[in-house]
């Protein structure tokens, strides 16, 4: 099942902005009408003892870069250990998609040109010095990661009030500011310590990273083995489990005995072959997790000689898949075939009657390939989404019938994620297909913005009929406009196969005995909309350590 999505900009009405009851009894920040936000206050709970070790499996390698907020991915991955070590201005919850973070209240200009905050009072990071406004304008102008490049060519200055207070200044109305603010969306607003990482460096604040969150880390092994201890200090709540430790098992066999020998406590990615034996083992426990959708792209298919440039060729692609047995073989039958690219959380995304499952015929995709002039196919590399490797062989399977012939190239998770990190110059070639999934949040315009818009450092696709639906877009202020253009955007990507859709993915990951609640109740782990992985992390319980 697929769980609504609440957007962030419930109407455009020019009245002052109600931000919860503690927020909406403080002066505001801005002068002049403001737009009406929708940001849940946050839910501070209780202090207690932390106990316990949580010991995590990671499908693939672990990667020292994702402690670093400013040089934040695109890879939604990142944001499991921004939710460990760090914390944000706004972020999703699993009480709202928008709640307050480090902020407890914010303000936006009616003509959206100015964003303000007040950050909570009292706020330290994991070496006791304290967080301040300073440190979020500072995050924000040295910020070299995903969506940098729009936030700061829209930027005209930063005035920092107070310790407290900030206000961000634009040369032109920034509609979409809120929403990309959002820390479920992109890192620009998970904060670091100014004089902290100037004086660590890059690699220096990677080794030994200082947050605000609810962990710090207090070890790591780059690549196979990261150590996090609570953080008692953490404002929102003391975190209920002491020790979190998170190891990179790119092993599916190693991954379920750990959980059948109480060595590992959770483990994800467990779907294909290793989900008959998690279902039916009684000492664990698992949640199907549904995420995104996964589709497959063609980068290098508008160049020369790319047989992906003729359209029947991608359609081919698509009407050779055999999606309801991928569903069986991968995740016995719990995910379900998907006729989008983009998850139906997304509140702007074409589903149901406007986004069919796309059909299944092998004898029409031969005659596409034939009258695109390869009646006898062509030779592929196939690069999965790791470890997924099973899933990428069975859909190479699919494309031998109908003379696709491809090598599947196995990567490790960073390795991947640095390659679609760079769109179509991280995979050269022009006979190139790659499995994707990335369960956004943000709104389809979010999606778009990373995988179909020219101008994105991680885009696949570049067309001229979507920059045009793209710029009006980004210039219109009307809302309605804004998803009518989304969705015709979506409409070309999907019609055109530029990207063809699989399923909806269900991300099933296992849960051992010493996880708390008993039995069957895990569920509330998952809340978090457009979550892949667990957060917040705060609230993890296990039983104590022996």
Partial sequence: MTRGLLPLLVALTLVATSCGEAAAQQAPILSGALTKLDIKPAQIEGRGTPKGTLTIAMHFALDPGWLDPLEHSYAITQM?????????????????????????????????????????????????????????????ENFTGAYAK???????????????????????????????????????????????????????????????????????????????????????????????????????????????????????????????????????????NFTGPWWLMFPGYNEQGSPFRDKRVRQAVSLAINRSFLVKQETQDISKPWGNWISGENRDALQGPEAPVPEYNVEKAKQLMKQAGFPDGFEVEYLPFPPYFDMGERILTDLRAIGIRGKLQSLEGPAFRAKIGQGRKGVPGNRTIVQNIDPRAGGSKANIAVYAVCGSTASFVCEPSIEALWAKHQASLDPVERERLVKSIQRILLDDYYFVPIYLNSFVHGIGPRVLPEGKAVTKYWDTLNAPYPWPWEVWEVKADR
Wanted: proline share 6%; glycine share 10%; hydrophobic share 40%.
């Fill in 80 to 140: 499991m250990y921004d939710y460990l070590v760090h914390d944000t201005m706004i972020k999703p919850m699993p009480y709202g998609y928008v709640t307050y973070g480090l902020a407890e209240h914010a303000e936006l200009s009616a003509d959206f040109r100015r964003a303000a905050f007040r950050l909570r009072p009292g706020l330290k990071f994991h070496d006791g010095q304290p967080l301040t406004t300073a440190d979020v304008k500072w995050t924000y």
């Fill in 150 to 288: 729009v936030f700061h060519d829209k930027l005209e200055h930063v005035q920092v009030i107070d310790d407290r207070t900030i206000v961000f200044h634009f040369k032109e109305p920034f509609i979409d500011f809120m929403d990309l603010y959002n820390g479920g969306v992109s890192g620009i607003g998970w904060i670091v310590p100014a004089r902290y990482y100037d004086k660590a460096g890059r690699d220096g604040f990677k080794a030994k990273p200082i947050g605000a969150g609810p962990y710090k880390l207090v070890g790591q092994q780059a690549g196979v083995q990261m150590v996090f201890e609570a953080f008692e200090d953490y404002w929102r709540r003391t975190p209920a489990t002491k020790t979190i430790v998170v190891k990179g098992i790119r092993d599916g066999a190693a991954r379920m005995a750990g959980l059948q020998t109480g060595e590992l406590d959770v483990a994800f990615g467990m779907t294909g072959k290793l989900l008959p034996r998690l279902m039916s083992d009684r000492n664990l426990r698992w949640d199907p």
